[in-house]
């Protein structure tokens, strides 16, 4: 799977989507003072993947990065040698929409992985 997308969510919207508590969802938007954050995914061939934000229609800024595998129907995300531990999504393709849940870690373990990826189904942009 090599494919590059986007996903857009209102700070509203994202704290709703990542299931955060409203303290969680401040103290995240304190390090991301957005309303906007267009998040762009890039899952590539040779098993490695990058994430960059723009922030209210900024440009863009390189975000995390590392390997991925895809494993037993969930997508892991490890950020290499960060020490943050692995990300991993339950997710569905249809056509070209990427849509994604965190299931591990846990909003209190790394409040930004449910806001970055699960507020809002990716966009395919690019094969």
Request: charged share 20%; aromatic share 8%; proline share 4%.
């Amino acid at each position: 799977m090599t494919c590059s997308g986007r996903g857009e969510a209102s700070r509203s919207r994202a704290i709703r989507a990542a299931g955060c508590t409203q303290q969680q969802a401040d103290d995240f938007f304190a390090t991301y003072p957005a309303e906007t954050l267009v998040v762009t995914l890039r899952l590539r061939a040779d098993g490695t993947w990058q994430e960059s934000q723009a922030i209210d229609g900024g440009p863009a800024t390189k975000g995390s990065e590392g390997d991925w595998v895809e494993n037993g129907g969930q997508l892991v995300l490890s950020e290499g040698g960060s020490g943050a531990g692995d990300i991993v999504l339950d997710y569905a393709i249809e056509g070209g929409r990427l849509s994604m849940d965190v299931t591990s870690p846990t909003c209190a373990e790394n409040v930004a992985a449910p806001f970055l990826f699960e507020t809002a189904p990716f966009t395919r942009v690019a094969g």
